[in-house]
Nanobody
Framework: QVQLVESGGGLVQPGGSLRLSCAAS????????MAWYRQAPGKERELVAR????????IYSDSVKGRFTISRDSGKNTVYLQMNSLKPEDTAVYYC??????????WGQGTQVTVSS
C-alpha cells in the first residue's frame, strides 16, 4: 500500500539545477525518516541524503554536500531534493524511500537525471 512516486528529473547541462519531488502515500509520513538514493549505470545504489521525521536533521553524502538540499513538506506528504551545480557524475536514477530503506517493502520507479553537455 505504500506508494512513492518520484518526479522532476530530466536532461541538464553541467552546472545546471533540478528539483526532484517524491509524493508519498499509504503511511504516516510525518512519523518516518526519509531519504534520497541514486543508482548510476553499472553501480550500486547509494545514499544521497536523509532527513529526520521532523526535518530538523539533514545528512548528505560527501559527493553532494554543499550542492544538494533535502527538505520535506508534511502538509503535502512530499520530500524534495534541490540539486544545484550538477556534475556529469550525478547522472543516475534517483529514488526516494524511508531510512533505513528496509522501512518499506517496495521502491518507486525513480526519476532519471542526466547531466551532459
Amino acid at each position: 500500500q505504500v506508494q512513492l512516486v518520484e518526479s522532476g528529473g530530466g536532461l541538464v547541462q553541467p552546472g545546471g539545477s533540478l528539483r526532484l519531488s517524491c509524493a508519498a502515500s499509504g503511511f504516516t509520513f510525518s512519523s518516518y525518516r526519509m531519504a534520497w538514493y541514486r543508482q548510476a549505470p553499472g553501480k550500486e545504489r547509494e545514499l544521497v541524503a536523509r532527513i529526520s521525521s521532523s526535518g530538523a536533521l539533514k545528512i548528505y553524502s560527501d559527493s553532494v554536500k554543499g550542492r544538494f538540499t533535502i527538505s520535506r513538506d508534511s502538509g503535502k506528504n512530499t520530500v524534495y531534493l534541490q540539486m544545484n551545480s550538477l556534475k556529469p557524475e550525478d547522472t543516475a536514477v534517483y529514488y526516494c524511500n524511508g531510512w533505513p530503506p528496509e522501512t518499506f517493502g517496495s521502491w518507486g520507479q525513480g526519476t532519471q537525471v542526466t547531466v551532459s553537455s
